[in-house]
Antibody
Framework: EVQLVESGGGLVKPGGSLRLSCAAS????????MNWVRQVPGKGLEWVSSLSPTSSYIYYADSVKGRFTISRDNAKNSLYLQMSSLRAEDTAVYYC????????????WGQGTLVTVSS | EIMLTQSPGTLSLSPGERATLSCRASQSLSSGYLAWYQQKPGQAPRLLIYGASSRATGIPDRFSGSGSGTDFTLTISRLEPEDFAVYYC????????FGPGTKVDIK
């Protein structure tokens, strides 16, 4: 069974930094492109970033480009999101999700971790 | 960026009724690169449909997707109590974008 478990969320001040982690199990993590998707509580979904299996291809949404860095450690079956220069509008639940080999849609999701940016 | 709009915003129906949800794209989605997700309160989204009309693993056949070009539909043939949720469409022609969602609630 695929399991994705996010951690690292919390309260951070504007301008601060935070590192999210996603621990994967139940599938061949090193074979999958992984993504971060976020959701403002009570609102819609926004794709944030994508990382290919060997980290050759990295993509970011314009809203986070230059501030967020996605990375992975295939030996640890883990995905990361380093977030810096955080803004109030980055407040959201952050999900990690597997991308399918058939297209840029999301087959398995974690339960999410809440990031709150507030002074 | 490809924008998606969904209608209606809220659909109030009774169990056993048919639900028809619409998703419209700002430009044509080649090869039907559209997915649908279901999300219940406090839960992550769940993939229902990909490629506009293919059901994901384990999805009941009361869920069906159709459409092409810019207009797509998710149909739930007979609503079960567990189907009352928010439904999102997502395009994957370019960088993924999601629609704003349709809430299906109990009438």
């Amino acid at each position: 069974e695929v399991q994705l478990v996010e951690s690292g969320g919390g309260l951070v001040k504007p301008g601060g930094s935070l590192r999210l982690s996603c621990a994967a199990s139940g599938f061949s993590f090193s074979s999958y492109t992984m993504n971060w998707v976020r959701q403002v509580p009570g609102k819609g979904l926004e794709w944030v970033s994508s990382l290919s299996p060997t980290s050759s291809y990295i993509y970011y949404a314009d809203s986070v480009k230059g501030r967020f860095t996605i990375s992975r450690d295939n030996a640890k079956n883990s995905l990361y999101l380093q977030m810096s220069s955080l803004r109030a509008e980055d407040t959201a639940v952050y999900y990690c999700a597997t991308e399918t080999t058939e297209g840029w849609y999301f087959e398995s999701w974690g339960q999410g971790t809440l990031v709150t940016v507030s002074s | 960026e490809i924008m998606l709009t969904q209608s209606p915003g809220t659909l109030s129906l009774s169990p056993g009724e048919r639900a028809t949800l619409s998703c419209r794209a700002s430009q044509s989605l080649s090869s039907g690169y559209l997915a649908w997700y279901q999300q219940k309160p406090g839960q992550a989204p769940r993939l229902l449909i990909y490629g506009a009309s293919s059901r994901a693993t384990g999805i009941p056949d009361r869920f069906s997707g159709s459409g092409s070009g810019t207009d797509f539909t998710l149909t739930i043939s007979r609503l079960e109590p567990e189907d009352f949720a928010v439904y999102y469409c997502q395009q994957y022609v370019g960088s993924p974008t999601f629609g704003p969602g349709t809430k299906v609630d109990i009438k």
